[in-house]
């Protein structure tokens, strides 16, 4: 059974930063590849970052590239996204993902139908 749970959301003016936490529980050879997603109400789930857990490599949404990074400490294991220079359109349920990835490392990993678990999301307010 695999379980992700998030951590870290809060409300913050424009221009902060924030820490979001995502603990993975289970088998960790159902995932390769970790995510972050957010919702905001009305409007679909949009990917914003992914780790492949073993290389390393990142991938991050044109809307967030320079201010948000992800990152992982496999010894927890833990998979982190850092908020930085925060805007108002930010605000949003932000979920985090878990996947077993063999596709080609393009665009899918910001794919929300890539992952097949999924944490309970932490919200995310932005005020002007």
């Known amino acids: 059974q695999v379980q992700l749970v998030e951590s870290g959301g809060g409300s913050v003016q424009a221009g902060g930063s924030l820490r979001l936490s995502c603990t993975f529980s289970g088998d960790t050879h159902r995932r390769n590849l970790m995510g972050w997603f957010r919702q905001a109400p009305g409007k679909e789930r949009e990917g914003v970052a992914a780790?492949?857990?073993?290389?390393?490599?990142?991938l991050y949404a044109d809307s967030v590239k320079g201010r948000f990074a992800i990152s992982q400490d496999n010894a927890k294991p833990t998979v982190y996204l850092l908020l930085n220079n925060l805007k108002p359109e930010d605000t949003a349920m932000y979920y985090c993902?878990?996947?077993?990835?063999?596709?080609?490392?393009?665009?899918?990993?910001?794919?929300?139908?890539?992952?097949?678990?999924w944490g309970q999301g932490t919200q995310v307010t932005v005020s002007s």
């Open positions: 993902a878990a996947a077993l990835f063999r596709g080609p490392w393009d665009q899918r990993p910001l794919r929300a139908a890539e992952y097949a678990y």
């Open positions: 780790i492949s857990t073993g290389s390393l490599t990142t």
